[in-house]
């Protein structure tokens, strides 16, 4: 292969390295559950979606994070592996671009079809993707702001999902959604105590940094029991999923008298955060089945 062949591949290896495969399914299932359970099916609307949130969403989620975190990564020994990769500043030009090319055909799209309200949420998500890390808004700076939109990352592709078709959107699913809210708000929160001591020194803000890595954890493991407890009230097997969201509650409160000075063992939490979300999923997923095919 020559030169410029290899070039454009280690270019797109970086690329989708950078989009953090391993959570891709974390925004494209919520948006594919959502567009199902409102009465869509596998039509071709259903994977434009699925596929926007499972790559190109991720590429620019990521990449833009990626391009304006870069001094801080560089000092920061979990990036490099499934935490996030840390690319040479030669790579956030085609990164940027990768965002904007990959994602601007979908958006065309799901905005030409899609319903006021669901544009409204789209919106919304973009929004979030772009202020989350890019200056001047830079909300991953801003303590509680920075959950409440790292959550939204989450939790908008499942609302564009329920109201892309213009369908009723019941009572159930905002339970649902509100749930997923506050399990994000948790999951950013959590993530962020094993960075409270290189944060500080780096002069970086977080929801972790100001409120310290105990405080926060103990609000985390609160925010996931009352979001488990919301599944309670979905019908059944709402309470399957319920059981398996106090998963993520024990988890945390492994670190329950966590303190600013031993913050880093926290990391552990997150890389069981990570597994037990393909746990979780699967829970979903048979959940789901049992519902349509029981």
Same mark, same amino acid.
């Given at each position: ?113 899609? /319903?006021?309200?669901? *544009?409204?949420?789209?919106? +919304? #998500?973009?929004?979030?993707?772009? !202020?989350?890390? @890019? %200056? ?80 926060? /954890?103990?609000?985390? *493991?609160?925010?996931?029991? +009352? #979001?488990?407890?919301?599944?309670? !009230?979905?019908? @059944? %097997? ?57």
């Amino acid at each position: 292969m020559d030169k410029e062949g290899t070039t454009a591949v280690t270019v797109l290896r970086n690329i989708l390295a950078a989009s953090r495969p391993i959570s891709w399914v974390n925004t494209a299932f919520p948006f594919g559950l959502a567009y199902l359970l409102s009465g869509g099916g596998t039509d071709w609307l259903f994977w434009v979606g699925v596929v926007f949130f499972l790559i190109p969403y991720n590429i620019a989620m990521y990449g833009i994070n990626d391009v304006f975190d870069y001094e801080s990564d560089i000092r920061n020994p979990r990036k490099g592996g499934v935490e996030g990769a840390v690319l040479p500043k030669s790579m956030h030009a085609p990164l940027l671009w990768a965002s904007a090319v990959t994602t601007i055909p979908f958006l065309v799209v799901m905005y030409a079809t899609g /319903t006021w309200i669901s *544009a409204i949420w789209l919106t +919304v #998500a973009m929004a979030a993707v772009v !202020a989350y890390s @890019a %200056p001047p808004m830079r909300f991953k700076e801003r303590p509680l702001i920075d959950s409440i939109t790292s959550s939204t990352h989450f939790v908008t592709p499942a609302i564009v999902g329920a109201t892309i078709l213009d369908a009723d959107t019941s009572q159930y699913f905002w339970y649902a959604a509100g749930a997923f809210f506050l399990w994000g708000m948790a999951s950013h929160a959590l993530g962020a105590v094993q960075d409270v001591r290189a944060d500080r020194e780096g002069g970086l803000s977080s929801i972790a940094t100001a409120f310290g890595a105990r405080i926060t /954890t103990r609000l985390a *493991a609160a925010a996931y029991l +009352v #979001a488990a407890l919301l599944l309670f !009230a979905l019908p @059944a %097997p709402g309470w399957i999923v319920g059981i398996a969201g106090l998963g993520y509650v024990a988890n945390t409160l492994r670190f329950w008298n966590i303190s600013d000075a031993t913050c880093e063992d926290a990391n552990s939490s997150w890389r069981v955060f990570l597994w037990l979300n393909y746990l979780v999923g699967a829970i979903v997923t048979m959940s789901l089945v049992w519902v349509f095919f029981g």
